[in-house]
């Protein structure tokens, strides 16, 4: 199992950056899907996650109504919409993907290799 997450970079408060995370070597519409970060001196928090079908999706406080979390099953890839982005943003995000949805990176059993967005104030 492979997950490939792309589209990080350096944006200015206000904008907006679209995530993308492809996944191969598994059966991409029975995997639940989430977004991690991780900021520098912090430990690993929960973004967004979403169901295998895409119907259901959830999202930590801190991104509410800012980040969309959707999904392409027959691109086997998801996606991390994210607008209004704010410098307390900045982290490496990472994507993953385990076998029900859950809020806990320890559910997920594949990880991408993480993707750097940093918001300048």
């Known amino acids: 199992v492979q997950l490939q997450a792309s589209g990080g970079g350096l944006v200015q408060t206000g904008d907006s950056l679209r995530l993308s995370c492809a996944a191969s070597?598994?059966?991409?519409?029975?995997?639940?899907l989430g977004w991690f970060r991780q900021a520098p001196g912090k430990e690993r928090e929960f973004v967004a996650r979403?169901?295998?079908?895409?119907?259901?999706?959830n999202y930590a406080d801190s991104v509410k109504g800012r980040f969309t979390i959707s999904r392409e099953n027959a691109k086997n890839t998801v996606y991390l919409q994210m607008d209004s982005l704010k410098p307390e943003d900045t982290a490496v995000y990472y994507c993953?993907?385990?076998?029900?949805?859950?809020?806990?990176?320890?559910?997920?059993?594949?990880w991408g290799q993480g993707t750097q967005v940093t918001v300048s104030s």
């Open positions: 070597g598994l059966t991409f519409g029975t995997y639940a």
């Open positions: 979403i169901s295998g079908s895409g119907i259901s999706t």
């Open positions: 993953a993907a385990g076998p029900f949805v859950s809020v806990s990176g320890s559910d997920y059993p594949y």
